[in-house]
C-alpha cells in the first residue's frame, strides 16, 4: 500500500459519518474510525523502514508540464507526527461518541473531524510545500467549521471566526514565503527543499522568507503575540478542543518550524527571533494560565506556554534541543489531549467548568480524578512522568545554548520560573478541583461518567506513566528517526533516561518543584495583585481591530467602485487601454504573403444584417422585449455566420447559447420594468458613444491584424494530434476534453458554483406578480395553452433524443457535451414553459443539484481515473474495440468526461432557469376579466 | 434527375421568396402569420427532398432531411397557434376582410355560443 | 448547374429574410415582429441546408435541426412571456 | 399501435431471414408482413382494426400532402396576381374530436394548410377558432375544414 492512501483514506471517511443511520450512534463513530484505522495500519506497515532511517515517497502526477504533482514524503519526522495524529485521532472519536449529546449532530461532527484528520496528514506528508500550504489552510478551514460546531452561540461563532482570521492571514503569508522559497531552490518538492543546504539562509532574501514563514509558524502554533485566538477557539466542543488546540493542529506550526530546520536555522537571525518568541510566549501563557478559573482557559493558557517552550527550543539552535522539542511534542499532545478529556468529563457530569465551583470531586469521581492529577503531575514536570523527561531535556539544554548572545544566561532563569509557574497552576487544578472543600452550586451531583468515555483517557494516561518510566525503549527508536528528519544528518546520542545523576537541570526541577508549590501556596497575594490589572478582552480587541480595517478597505473601495455597471466598464477599459498602448502603436496591420479572401455579395448582406441589427438593438435598448428579440437576431446571424465559414461546432454552440440567453432575458425581464427612461444627459451619451467607438475599433483593428497574420498558430498542432492523441476527429471537441481538459473542467467547477451561487441568493427571494402588462391589461387566463402542451410533451423526447446524439458523435463530428447539455436544458425548459413546475415536480427527477454534483464528479474521477495507471491527472485514454454483430467502436475516457461536463451544464442551467422561474407567488389578481 | 432537383430548388426558392412579400404585403398581424406557412411548409419540404437527392446522388440517401422536416411540421403551427394566441390577447385589429366583431370576442374569450348563453342564464340567476 | 442554381436560391432566400427583416424593425407590433423573429429562424434552416448542399457536405443538417427544434422554443418563450409575463409558472 | 409495432416486427424478421438491410427488402418485409397481418386479423383482437387503418393513414397523408398542394397553390397565386381575393376573418367551428391529442393534432394540421390558421380553442374545448384568410366561400371552407377533422379522426379512432 502506498503512503499516499494514509492521507487520501480519511479523506474519504469525511463522507462516511454521514451515510450511517444518524440515530445509532454507535454504528456512526465505528463507520468513523474505519478508514483512519485502516490508515494506521498502512502507517504500521511502513514504520519499521522509516525508522531505519528510509525516506517512504510516492508521487501522483498532476500537471507534470508546470511541475505541479501531488507527491507525499514519509520520513521519521511525519510518522511521528501521522502516529499522533491517527492514534489521538481514533481515541478521540470513541471519547466524542459519549461527549456529544443526543440533540448534536453526530454525523456532520465526525465528517468535520475526519477533515480535520486528512488535513493534518496531507501537512505532515505532503511532498510538496505548496501542497502542504493547501492541506494547511484547509485545517484552518476544518477548525473554523469545528470551533463553530456549537452554532447558535456567539461565542463559537467569534471564536471560530477569530481562528479563521488569524491563521488564514498566516496562512497567506506563508504561501508568499513558500513561493519564495520555490523561486530561490527552483523547485517546491520538499525534497529539493531539504537538500538545497545553506542557499536559503545565504540568499539575500532570507529575512523576507524567514520572517513569512514564521509568520505562518506563530499564528498556526499561537504564539506570542498572535495567541489570542487560542482560548477563545475553546468554545469548541471539548473533543476538539483535546484534538485540534492541543494535540495536533497547533502543533502544525511547530511541524513548520521544525520541517523547515535543515534550511532555515542556522542564522542568527532564527534563533533570537524564535528563542525570543518562544520564551515571551512562555512565561505569558504560564502566567496567564494561573489566574484563569475557566478549567479549559487554564489548559488553554497552559497550551500557549508549552507551546512556546517548544518554539524556544527549536529556536536554541543545538541539535539536542531540537530533540527535546520533538521529545515534548509528544509528551504534551498525550498529557494535554488527557486533560482535555479529563475536563470534558467533568464539564459533562457537573455542567460548569469554572474552578469556583467545581471543588472536592474526588470523592465523586474518584477513578477520573486519579487519571486527572497524573496527568497534571506530568504536566508540571514530576519525575516518573513523561513531562519530566523532556522538561529536564529542556532546562539542559537553556544551559547550553547561547540563542541570544550575552544575555543568553537570562534563559535558564526564566525556564525555571516558567517552570514554577507551571507547577503552580497544574497544582491549582489538582487541588481546586478534586479536593479543598465540597462543590458549589452544582445542578447535578457529579459522578463517574460511561465506562467507555474513559478509556481514551486511561490509554493515554497509561503512555504518561510508561513513557516516563521506559523513554529508550518506548520513544527513543521514533525520536530518533525524527531526529535525523529534522537535523538532516545523523544524530548525536539522546540520553534518554530518568536519572542523570545529580546535575544543574536536577536542581533547576527542583527549584521549579519547590517554587511552584510556594506560589500555589501563596496565590492569594498573586491574585491580589492582578486584580489591579484590567483585563483584556481579546474579542473586543479583534473586533475592533478587524472594524478598522473593514472601515479602511471600504474607504478604498468607495474610491474605486461607485456601483455602476457603466463605471466598472469605464475602469475596465481604461486599463485595457494603457494595457495595450505600447504593443498597439508597433503593431503593423497586414502580415505578408497572406490572402485575403475575397467579400461576396451574401457575405456583405450577412455583415449588413447583423451590423443592422446590433445598432437596432442599441437604438431600442428601452423597449426592452424588442431589444431581446434583436439580440437573439444578431446571434442568429452570428450563428448563421459559424456555419459559412465552417464552424458547425461554433454554429451549434451559438444557437443553444441564444435560445438559453433569451429565455433567461425573459425570466429577468419579467421582474424589470417593462420601458426605462431616459437616464443619460447628451454629453454623457456623447461620452459613452466616443468611449465604446474607441474601443470597437481597437478590437476591429485587433481582429483584423489577428486574421493577417502569417498562419503560424498552435491550431497545426491540435490538427495533427486530435485523433492520434485524443482518439477523435472532432478537434474542437478533442481539444475541449482532452488537450485542454484540465481548462474545461475548471469552467465546469466554475459553472456549478455560479449555479449554486445563484440558487443560494435567490433563496428565500419572492417577487410579485403584477397583475396587467404595462398597458393595464389583465394577463390571459390560459396558463398552459391545450395546444402547447401536448405538442411540449411530445417533443421533449425528440429533444433528449437529438442531444444523446450530439453528445455521442461529439467525439468526431460536430456536438459535445456542452451543447447536448444546453440541448437538454432547453427541451425541459420547454417542458416548464408548457407545464409548469408542478406538473414538472411530480413526474421528474428534478434534483439539479444533484445533477451538478454527478457531473462533477464524473469529470473529476475520470481525471483521478488516470493515476491508477501512474498517469497525470486526466490523461485520456483510448482504444478501439472490436465485438461481433456490433462491429468496431471506440471507448475513450475523454467520453466519461465529457459525461461529467453534460451533467454539469444540464444541473447548472436548470438550476438556473427553474430558480428564476419559482421566484413568483401566486398572482394578487382575481379570476374577473375586464 | 439533376432536372428535378434543379425544380425543386427552383420551387422552393418561389415559396420563400413568396413568404417574404407576404410579410411585407399583408396588411395585419393576422394574416402576416400566414405568411410563414407555404415556406415552412412546401418550400422546406421541396428544399428537403433536394437536399436527400443530392446527398443521394453522391452517398447514400440521407433521412436526416425528413427529422427535419418532422420538426417543422411539429413546431410550426405551434408557433403559429402561440402567436395567433397572443395576438388575440393584446386584441390586435383585424384589418379588412369580413369583420366578425362576435365571433373574434369569442374566441378572445375563449367562449362558444352556448357557453355565452350558459352565462347569461347564470346571470339572470 | 446545380451548385449555380443553390446559389440562386440562397439569393433568393435571402431577399425574403431582408423583407422578413424589414418587418421586424417596422413592427408596428410586437407580434409582428416576434412572427419576423420566427420566421428569420426558418429562413435560417433554408439557408443552412443549401449551404450544406452547395458544399456538398452533411455536417450542416444537426445546425439546421436545432434551429427547427430551438426557434421554436424562442418564440413560444416569448408568446408565453406576452400572455403570462411569467413563463416558467 | 400495436399492428404497426407488429407489422415491423415481421419487417425485421424479413430482413433478418434474408440477412439483407436494404430499405427496399425492409420495405418488401413490411409488404409481406402486412400480407401476412391481413390473413390472421380476424382472429387475434388485437390486430382487428389494423389492415383497415394503415391503408387509411396512407390515403390520409396522401390527401393532405394534395391538400397541401393545392392550399399553396391558391395562396400564392393570390399573393401574386391581382386584384386580391383576400377576404381576412375569423369563424368558429364545432369540433368533433373530443381527447387533447386529437384536437391538438386536428389544430395544427388546420394550420399547416397554407389559409386557415388554428387560433383559439374554446375553454370547453368544443369549439376551434380559426383564422382564414380566404372566407368568401364561407361553407365551402368549412366542409373543408371537417373533412380534414373526419378524415383524422377515421384514422385515430
Request: glycine share 8%; net charge neutral.
Amino acid at each position: 500500500m502506498n503512503i499516499a492512501w494514509i492521507i487520501v483514506l480519511p479523506l474519504l471517511g469525511v463522507i462516511a459519518p454521514l451515510l450511517a443511520n444518524p440515530t445509532r450512534r454507535n454504528q456512526v463513530a465505528w463507520i468513523t474510525a474505519v478508514l483512519p484505522f485502516a490508515a494506521l495500519l498502512i502507517t504500521l506497515y511502513h514504520a519499521p523502514a522509516i525508522l531505519a532511517g528510509e525516506v517512504v515517497q510516492q508521487t501522483w502526477y498532476w500537471i507534470p508540464q508546470i511541475g505541479l504533482t501531488l507527491s507525499f514524503r514519509m520520513d521519521g519526522l511525519a510518522l511521528l507526527f501521522t502516529l499522533l495524529i491517527l492514534g489521538i485521532g481514533l481515541l478521540i472519536i470513541l471519547y466524542a461518541r459519549y461527549y456529544l449529546s443526543s440533540k448534536d449532530p453526530m454525523g456532520r461532527f465526525y465528517s468535520y473531524l475526519i477533515l480535520f484528520m486528512a488535513a493534518m496528514l496531507g501537512i505532515v506528508n505532503s511532498g510538496n510545500l505548496l501542497q502542504m500550504w493547501a492541506f494547511w489552510e484547509l485545517t484552518s478551514i476544518s477548525s473554523f467549521l469545528l470551533i463553530g460546531f456549537w452554532s447558535s452561540t456567539g461565542k463559537a461563532r467569534k471564536g471560530a471566526r477569530m481562528a479563521l482570521t488569524i491563521t488564514g492571514a498566516g496562512g497567506l503569508a506563508l504561501l508568499a514565503g513558500i513561493l519564495l522559497i520555490g523561486k530561490v531552490v527552483g523547485s517546491l518538492e520538499l525534497e529539493a527543499v531539504l537538500n538545497s543546504g545553506r542557499l536559503l539562509v545565504e540568499h539575500q532574501w532570507y529575512p523576507v522568507i524567514l520572517a513569512l514563514v514564521l509568520i505562518g509558524a506563530f499564528t498556526k502554533s499561537a504564539q506570542f503575540p498572535f495567541h489570542f485566538w487560542l482560548p477563545h477557539a475553546m468554545s469548541a466542543p471539548t473533543p476538539v478542543s483535546a484534538y485540534l488546540h492541543s494535540a495536533t493542529m497547533v502543533k502544525a506550526g511547530i511541524f513548520l518550524l521544525a520541517r523547515m530546520f535543515p534550511v532555515l536555522s542556522g542564522h542568527d537571525a532564527w534563533f533570537v527571533t524564535v528563542s525570543l518568541v518562544g520564551l515571551a510566549t512562555l512565561l505569558l501563557g504560564a502566567y496567564t494560565a494561573l489566574f484563569k478559573h475557566d478549567l479549559k482557559g487554564l489548559l488553554a493558557y497552559s497550551t500557549i506556554s508549552h507551546l512556546g517552550l517548544i518554539t524556544l527550543l527549536l529556536g536554541m539552535g543545538t541539535e539536542l534541543a531540537a530533540v527535546a522539542a520533538l521529545f515534548h511534542i509528544v509528551n504534551h499532545a498525550v498529557f494535554k489531549a488527557s486533560l482535555f478529556m479529563g475536563v470534558g468529563i467533568i464539564d459533562h457530569e457537573t455542567g460548569t467548568r469554572d474552578m469556583r465551583q467545581i471543588n472536592g470531586l474526588f470523592k465523586y469521581m474518584p477513578h477520573t480524578a486519579v487519571l486527572c492529577i497524573v496527568a497534571a503531575l506530568s504536566m508540571a514536570g514530576v519525575p516518573l512522568l513523561n513531562g519530566f523527561l523532556s522538561k529536564e531535556m529542556f532546562f539542559a539544554e537553556t544551559l547550553e545554548q547561547s540563542a541570544i548572545g550575552a544575555l543568553s544566561w537570562l534563559i535558564p532563569l526564566l525556564a525555571t520560573i516558567a517552570g514554577a509557574l507551571s507547577v503552580a497552576y497544574s497544582l491549582r487544578f489538582i487541588h481546586d478541583v478534586f479536593f479543598n472543600g465540597e462543590p458549589k452550586g452544582l445542578k447535578k451531583t457529579p459522578h463517574e461518567p460511561p465506562r467507555y468515555m474513559r478509556i481514551p483517557v486511561e490509554v493515554l494516561v497509561a503512555l504518561c506513566i510508561l513513557v516516563g518510566i521506559f523513554p529508550a525503549l518506548l520513544v527513543g527508536d521514533l525520536l530518533k528517526s525524527a531526529g535525523v528528519a529534522v537535523l538532516g544528518g545523523t544524530l548525536p546520542y539522546i540520553p534518554l533516561y530518568i536519572w542523570h545523576g545529580f546535575n544543574l537541570p536536577l536542581l533547576m526541577s527542583a527549584l521549579a518543584l519547590a517554587g511552584g508549590i510556594g506560589i500555589y501556596a501563596r496565590r492569594k497575594v498573586l491574585f491580589q495583585f492582578q486584580s489591579h490589572f484590567k483585563e483584556v478582552d481579546a474579542n473586543e480587541r479583534f473586533d475592533a481591530w478587524l472594524y478598522q480595517v473593514i472601515t479602511f478597505i471600504r474607504r478604498i473601495e468607495a474610491l474605486i467602485d461607485k456601483r455602476s455597471l457603466q463605471y466598472y466598464l469605464a475602469w475596465l477599459s481604461v486599463a485595457l487601454l494603457i494595457l495595450l498602448a505600447a504593443p498597439l502603436l508597433n503593431l503593423s496591420l497586414v502580415g505578408d504573403n497572406v490572402v485575403i479572401t475575397p467579400l461576396t455579395a451574401e457575405v456583405w448582406a450577412g455583415t449588413a444584417l447583423i451590423a443592422i441589427a446590433a445598432l437596432a438593438t442599441v437604438v431600442n435598448n428601452r423597449r426592452r422585449l424588442f431589444a431581446a428579440l434583436l439580440i437573439s437576431i444578431v446571434g442568429l446571424g452570428v450563428s448563421l455566420a459559424f456555419a459559412r465559414f465552417s464552424a458547425p461546432d461554433l454554429a451549434l454552440t451559438q444557437i443553444s447559447v441564444e435560445v438559453i440567453t433569451t429565455i433567461l432575458l425573459l425570466l429577468a425581464l419579467f421582474f424589470l420594468p417593462q420601458t426605462t427612461p431616459k437616464e443619460s444627459k447628451p454629453g454623457r451619451l456623447l461620452r459613452d458613444i466616443g468611449l465604446a467607438g474607441i474601443f470597437g475599433g481597437i478590437m476591429a483593428t485587433l481582429t483584423y491584424a489577428m486574421l493577417t497574420r502569417p498562419i503560424e498558430t498552435i491550431s497545426d498542432y491540435f490538427l495533427a494530434n486530435s485523433k492520434t492523441g485524443g482518439g477523435g476527429t472532432n478537434v474542437v471537441n478533442v481539444i475541449l476534453v482532452d488537450f485542454r481538459g484540465f481548462d474545461t473542467f475548471g469552467e465546469i467547477t466554475v459553472l456549478g458554483i455560479a449555479a449554486l451561487g445563484i440558487y443560494k441568493l435567490t433563496a428565500g427571494m419572492r417577487l410579485f406578480l403584477p397583475a396587467t402588462n404595462e398597458d393595464g391589461l389583465p394577463w390571459s387566463r390560459d396558463k398552459y395553452p391545450l395546444i402547447l402542451k401536448q405538442v411540449s410533451q411530445s417533443i421533449l423526447p425528440l429533444a433528449l433524443l437529438i442531444s444523446a446524439y450530439i453528445f455521442l458523435r461529439g467525439h468526431n463530428l460536430p456536438g459535445g457535451g456542452f451543447i447536448a447539455g444546453l440541448i437538454t436544458a432547453i427541451a425541459i425548459v420547454q417542458q416548464y414553459i408548457g407545464h409548469g413546475n408542478d406538473w414538472i415536480q411530480k413526474r421528474f427527477y428534478a434534483n439539479y443539484v444533484g445533477f451538478i454534483a454527478a457531473g462533477l464528479s464524473i469529470a473529476l474521477l475520470t481525471g483521478l481515473g488516470s493515476w491508477l495507471w501512474q498517469k497525470p491527472f486526466l490523461t485520456s485514454w483510448f482504444d478501439y474495440f472490436t465485438w461481433p454483430v456490433f462491429g468496431k467502436f471506440e471507448l475513450a475516457s475523454a467520453m466519461l468526461f465529457d459525461l461529467g461536463v453534460y451533467l454539469t451544464v444540464v444541473g447548472a442551467a436548470m438550476l438556473i432557469l427553474a430558480k428564476l422561474g419559482q421566484l413568483t407567488v401566486v398572482e394578487p389578481y382575481s379570476e374577473k376579466e375586464d | 434527375m439533376e432536372y428535378f432537383i434543379a425544380a425543386l430548388l427552383i420551387l422552393a426558392a418561389l415559396f420563400f421568396l413568396l413568404s417574404g412579400v407576404a410579410i411585407v404585403r399583408f396588411k395585419d398581424s393576422y394574416s402576416r402569420l400566414h405568411a410563414p406557412t407555404p415556406a415552412s411548409t412546401l418550400g422546406m419540404g421541396a428544399l428537403l427532398l433536394a437536399a436527400m437527392l443530392w446527398q443521394g446522388s453522391e452517398d447514400t440517401l440521407s433521412i436526416k432531411a425528413f427529422l427535419v422536416m418532422a420538426v417543422l411540421f411539429v413546431t410550426s403551427p405551434i408557433s403559429a397557434y402561440m402567436l395567433a394566441k397572443t395576438a388575440l390577447h393584446l386584441r390586435l385589429p383585424l384589418a379588412g376582410g369580413r369583420q366578425l366583431p362576435e365571433i373574434y370576442e369569442q374566441a378572445r374569450n375563449r367562449r362558444n355560443d352556448s357557453s355565452k348563453a350558459q352565462e347569461k342564464s347564470d346571470q339572470s340567476v | 448547374m446545380l451548385d449555380s442554381i443553390v446559389y440562386v436560391t440562397m439569393g433568393f432566400i435571402g431577399v425574403a429574410m431582408v423583407g422578413t427583416f424589414w418587418r421586424l424593425i417596422k413592427g408596428p407590433t410586437i407580434v409582428d415582429r416576434v412572427i419576423a423573429m420566427d420566421k428569420l429562424f426558418v429562413y435560417s434552416i433554408g439557408l443552412i441546408l443549401c449551404l450544406g448542399m452547395a458544399e456538398h457536405t452533411s455536417l450542416y443538417y444537426e445546425a439546421a435541426l436545432l434551429i427547427a427544434t430551438l426557434g421554436f422554443i424562442s418564440t413560444t418563450a416569448m408568446c408565453k412571456y406576452l400572455l403570462r409575463g411569467d413563463i416558467i409558472e | 399501435m400495436i399492428g404497426f409495432l407488429f407489422n415491423l416486427l415481421l419487417a425485421l424478421a424479413w430482413a433478418l431471414l434474408t440477412n439483407q438491410f436494404t430499405a427496399l427488402n425492409v420495405i418488401f418485409g413490411f409488404s409481406l408482413g402486412y400480407a401476412v397481418i391481413w390473413l390472421i386479423h380476424r382472429t387475434v383482437p388485437a390486430l382487428y382494426t389494423y389492415p383497415r387503418r394503415l391503408p387509411e393513414t396512407i390515403s390520409f397523408a396522401l390527401f393532405f400532402i394534395w391538400e397541401l398542394l393545392v392550399a399553396n397553390w391558391k395562396v400564392a397565386m393570390d399573393i401574386v396576381t391581382r386584384p386580391w381575393y383576400m377576404q381576412p376573418g375569423v369563424i368558429a367551428m364545432p369540433l368533433a374530436a373530443k381527447t387533447d391529442f386529437e384536437i391538438a393534432l386536428v389544430a395544427n394540421l388546420i394550420s399547416l394548410t397554407p389559409g386557415t390558421l388554428s387560433m383559439e380553442v374554446s375553454e370547453d374545448k368544443k369549439t376551434l377558432f380559426v383564422h382564414a384568410m380566404f372566407l368568401d366561400d364561407e361553407q365551402k371552407l368549412r366542409a373543408e375544414l371537417s373533412e380534414i377533422e373526419q378524415r383524422i379522426l377515421q384514422v385515430l379512432r
